[in-house]
């Protein structure tokens, strides 16, 4: 799975940045950010496993929670600056209400399986996602090293599919 990741962070590409200090200072800088939201997911991961599979803290009520605390962090963001919110809304709010719409579906049916199955089945198992994310990627957004991005996320889900068999 580390070496899924490795490719899909642009793998050997990597090494092209060696010697040249500009994009040795974006590549750290990416990889910096990488590891502190890897951190961060990771965190949330175990509490939320925690709150669901020890407390007994119901799965949509967490969720629940959860939003309203992003709300409490996104408002005074968006209150500053209420015109360019606004803008963003009119042009973008078909796509606002899809993601509002089935992304806690989503954490939710994690939260479920995190309560039932092993923690450490169910938090690399969510990184099947970046199979998604490498397709979208290199079809989408035209990312260079496209097949190297696949092969990377096909070692992710063997990976996971390794984890899951024991």
Do not use: C
């Not at 092993?118 to 397709?135: C, D, G, I, N």
Request: cysteine-free; overall charge positive.
């Amino acid at each position: 799975m580390v070496t899924g990741v490795f490719f899909i962070a642009g793998g050997p590409g990597l090494f092209r940045a060696a010697h040249d200090p500009a994009k040795q200072a974006v590549v750290r800088k990416g990889m910096i950010y990488g590891l502190v939201t890897g951190v961060f997911i990771a965190a949330y991961t175990m509490v939320d496993g925690y709150a669901v599979k020890f407390v007994l803290m119901s799965p949509i009520l967490l969720e629940y929670y959860g939003n309203f605390v992003r709300l409490l962090f996104l408002v005074p963001t968006v209150l500053r600056d209420r015109a360019t919110a606004a803008d963003h809304w009119r042009r973008q709010w078909k796509y606002a209400v899809l993601v509002a719409a089935i992304s806690p579906i989503g954490y939710v049916l994690v939260l479920y399986a995190m309560k039932d199955a092993p923690l450490s089945h169910v938090a690399p198992a969510r990184e099947v996602s970046m199979l998604f994310a490498a397709l979208i990627g290199g079809q989408l957004l035209g990312e260079r090293d496209r097949l190297v991005r696949i092969a990377g996320a096909s070692l992710i889900a063997f990976g996971v599919m390794a984890l899951a068999l024991g």
